[in-house]
């Protein structure tokens, strides 16, 4: 007879099935959206935001700008737009958080599932003005090579960009420079709306 080496003991799988079946059923719409959007897209349309291949964002350490801890896993369950510039924040830099804000805003109803966080890649005083301005944004204290480690990036300049993270917490979608805000828009509309009856993640504290 031959023996099975490593294989699970016969119950197994009905001891843990339940378990299982829970994973799955948080993890399904979630891939549902990816599979729907870019599986088996509507006839003639693409994508405007460049696909990135799936990956859960790497555990660093973060604080924001009051100085507490900060880690990208109290969002489960939620989408993250994120974009990433120094204090002072040159126009490029204001144009993706404009962007970012009005895109939450369209989402009307919607808009408690899309969270918005700033990467700061430099430790100088953010303008009072700014924190105004973007109230609500999430203000996170990033050094550029923890940034770009983050964002999958390479050496190039990180301002103006934006990226979306799933609520699986995986990087999955960036939008260029000066994107237009229409064609955003149908990108987290068609994503929002294929993920829209999955069950919450609960987040960490």
């Known amino acids: 007879m031959m023996s099975a080496i490593g294989a699970r003991p016969p119950g197994h799988w009905r001891r843990y099935r339940a378990l299982y079946a829970v994973l799955l059923v948080c993890a399904a719409p979630v891939i549902a959206s990816y599979f729907a959007y870019y599986v088996m897209p509507p006839s003639g349309r693409t994508n405007y935001g460049e696909l990135l291949e799936p990956r859960p964002l790497p555990s660093v350490a973060l604080r924001t700008v009051d100085g507490h801890p ?12 994120v974009t990433a ?13 404009l962007q970012v804000r009005q895109q939450r805003l369209m989402t009307g109803k919607d808009r408690d ?14 303008a009072s003005q700014l924190q105004r301005d ?3 944004t999430l203000l996170v204290r990033a050094s550029p090579e923890t940034a770009r480690t983050l964002l999958a990036s390479d050496a190039g300049e990180l301002a103006g960009q934006i990226w979306l993270v799933d609520p ?26 294929a993920s829209s009856h999955w069950v919450r993640i609960e987040r960490k504290n």
């Not at 599932?113 to 953010?126: G, H, N, S, Y």
């Not at 699986?168 to 709306?193: F, H, S, T, Y």
């Open 113 to 126: 599932r899309l969270e918005r966080v700033w990467l700061i890649t430099d430790d100088a005083p953010v």
């Open 85 to 97: 510039a120094d204090a002072a924040c040159d126009p490029q830099c204001q144009a993706a958080l």
């Open 134 to 136: 973007y109230e609500g």
């Open 70 to 81: 900060f880690s990208f896993a109290v969002l489960a369950g939620q989408w993250v737009m």
């Open 168 to 193: 699986m917490g995986n990087l999955m979608l960036r939008w260029p420079r000066d994107p237009k805000p229409e064609r955003v828009k149908q990108d987290i509309a068609r994503l929002l709306a």
